[in-house]
């Protein structure tokens, strides 16, 4: 998986500084808030963040630390996914959606054991993506296992926007990308 290209294309899409009045995040600059900029030693003003920090952040929090690189070693597409939910909304809720989905689609523990959502990527959550893979078919599988994550995710900008009007932009900007349409 290039996962160069991966960062890049998120880069692209984050663009630069930005400071939305509906996140509660406070101002980003290529998608990286202030406060992750700051815990990584970054001191200088949000508007100069410079881009290629922010794609090895990306690289370090987002990818290696949560351990999608070793999705990526099984399905490209599944660990592309966990990579932009974990963006979004944090890599551990990213991890928690696959176990999640994996236990739901275990066939009743007869596949393998029921995982703990414990939002880390660890030996029997690899274990149990295996399994999945290789009884349900790489296409079909995989395919059924981003539906669902996507659909764990929309359900989440639901709930929040449900919860916080302000969050609706959020929401609304998640379901245009899938859909292909911004207007």
């Known amino acids: 998986m290039d996962v160069d290209g ?4 998120l880069v692209e899409r984050e663009g630069g500084y930005v400071n939305h009045p509906a996140d509660r995040g406070g101002p980003t600059c290529f998608g990286i808030s202030e406060a992750v900029a700051r ?9 100069s963040f410079p ?15 949560p ?6 070693e099984r ?6 996914e966990l990579f932009d939910t974990g963006v979004n909304m944090g890599p551990a809720v990213a991890a928690t959606f696959l ?14 054991a029921d995982l703990v959502p414990d939002g880390r990527v660890g030996p029997a959550t690899l274990a149990a993506l295996d399994a999945f893979l290789a009884l ?7 395919t059924v296992l981003l539906r ?8 989440r900008y639901l709930r929040l926007a449900e919860k916080r009007p302000a969050n609706e932009a959020f929401l609304y900007g998640w379901l245009a990308n899938r859909l292909g349409s911004t207007s």
């Open 75 to 80: 399905s490209a597409r599944l660990a592309g």
């Open 136 to 142: 349900r078919g790489r296409a079909g599988g995989e």
């Open 99 to 112: 176990q999640r989905a994996l236990t739901a689609l275990n066939r009743g523990g007869r596949d393998y």
């Open 39 to 47: 815990a990584q030693g970054y001191g200088g003003a949000m508007r």
């Open 51 to 65: 881009r290629e920090e922010a794609k090895a952040i990306y690289r370090r929090l987002f990818w290696q630390r």
């Open 148 to 155: 669902s994550l996507e659909a764990l995710q929309g359900e």
């Open 6 to 9: 991966l960062v890049e294309a």
């Open 67 to 72: 351990g999608f690189d070793r999705i990526a």
